[in-house]
């Protein structure tokens, strides 16, 4: 290479290095700050230390992340990542859009500008990408992504990377905290001598797998600019206070003034056959659609919960095609609102609905008989994050209860009306 290709080689490499957020807003990504993504992407590729970086949902966290290993892949070709999230489908989400980025005619030039080659892959599958670029002789591919529950024993990496290992799953299930926390662990004995580990996601608990990683940034949504106040006050609205908090806060809300922790999971769907269900139905407004299938079984409680943001009318198919699964029987509603309809909506499509009038205080209800009974239950391991995350959150005065309310109200049907439970 003459020494003129060697100069501009190089300012193409201190390009990749120094100017990221050039890169990015050539690729399409014109809405991308030089301040805040420019600097993400510099300490993804450059820190030599491992790293842990928290953003807000939508604010490019994982753009930035799949630009600094395309950038990676073209600078140290050599060098290999591993990438880890939650699920394989997660992975291949990520692995496709680095895929994209390295077949960018972005990515194809400045190749050509530094190595004088034609980019092309040798491998690009939904997990795995390798370029021409690299002559490693060990047949590691340049990039392995993989699923957080996937087997990485006896595999080694340069540089690993984790994109949100950690989710609403974490919030609820202890098990699974515990498990991602087992698989973050052995990260360490996967990280070649010199090389690091970065970590992108959210925090859910308070004993979560983020609570062990190391020299935490957090950019929330007040600090990064991405939101306006009103938009942030929308969101707000539209969700729960701990699905709010982890998404766009970065906190694990306390729990002091909430009634439910600790949820109890199975996997057997067969203790919940021939149950009973409940439809807490929805007919617009900000209310949503809670359904629940209940099996008792002597003083346990087998339950499944659904939650939808949408009218009743557009989710019976849905519940229906539950109830055939779980083998569900007579299923609850309520007759104040609707004056019956969904009642005779149910019984027309050939199902059994048994209406009833409610007169009980919404607060109380779910503050005793669910609240009573919440350690008996066992809830199916198919239920809804959010249906759970909603019954979590509850307190008086919540501005979502549907599925509590759902919830309690089957069990009072179940348990016997008129109790007070105490």
């Known amino acids: 290479m003459n020494m003129s290709k060697l100069i501009e080689a190089g300012e193409y490499v201190n390009l990749l290095m120094h100017n990221p957020i050039q890169i990015a807003r050539w690729l399409g990504f014109a809405d991308m700050l030089d301040d805040l993504h420019g600097e993400w992407i510099k300490t993804m590729m450059l820190s030599r230390r491992d790293e ?4 807000h949902r939508g604010s490019f966290k994982t753009t930035c992340l799949t630009i600094a290993i395309a950038s990676l892949m073209i ?12 699920t394989d489908s997660d992975v291949k989400e990520v692995t496709r859009q680095v895929t994209k980025l390295l077949q960018s005619n972005v990515y194809r030039h400045i190749a050509k500008k530094i190595y004088d080659v034609d ?29 957080i529950g996937a087997s990485i024993t006896g595999k080694h990496a340069d540089i690993v990377i984790t994109d949100d290992i950690v989710n609403i799953k974490d919030r609820i299930s202890k098990a699974e905290r515990e498990y991602a926390i087992l698989a973050y662990a052995e990260l360490q004995n996967i990280k070649n001598r010199g090389g690091r580990i970065l970590n992108t996601g ?30 942030i006050e929308v969101l707000r609205s539209k969700m729960s206070p701990s699905l709010f908090a982890a998404n766009y806060e970065l906190q694990c809300i306390a729990d002091s003034d909430t009634l439910f922790d600790n949820p109890a999971f199975t996997k057997d769907i067969s203790l919940i056959y021939n149950g009973v269900a409940h439809i807490d139905a929805a007919y617009g407004g900000g209310d949503g659609t809670a359904f629940t299938i209940l099996k008792q079984h002597g003083d346990k409680l087998i339950m499944f919960g659904k939650r939808w943001d949408r009218h009743v009318d557009d989710c019976l198919r849905e519940i229906y095609a539950y109830m055939d699964y779980y083998r569900a029987g007579r299923i609850y509603v309520e007759k104040n609102a609707d004056k019956g309809y969904l009642s005779n909506a149910i019984n027309k499509a050939g199902r059994y609905a048994q209406a009833y009038n409610e007169s009980m205080n919404k607060f109380i209800k779910i503050s005793t008989y669910l609240r009573k009974h919440w350690p008996d239950i066992y809830w199916l391991e198919d239920t809804d994050s959010e249906y759970i995350n909603e019954i979590l959150d509850y307190m008086e005065n919540a501005n979502h209860d549907d599925s509590p309310d759902s919830a309690a109200s089957l069990i009072r049907e179940v348990m016997g009306k008129g109790q007070w439970l105490v």
């Open 119 to 147: 980019l092309a892959f040798t491998e690009a599958t939904a997990f795995t990408i390798t370029t021409n670029l690299t002559a490693d002789n060990r047949g590691r591919s340049q990039m392995l992504g993989v699923g």
């Open 75 to 86: 600078l140290h070709p050599s060098r290999n990542i591993i990438f880890l999230r939650k």
């Open 52 to 55: 842990t970086i928290l953003a």
């Open 202 to 231: 959210t925090p859910w608990h308070k004993e979560d797998c983020i609570s062990k990683m190391p020299n935490i940034q957090r950019f929330d949504c007040y600090t990064t600019g991405l939101i306006s106040r009103d938009d």
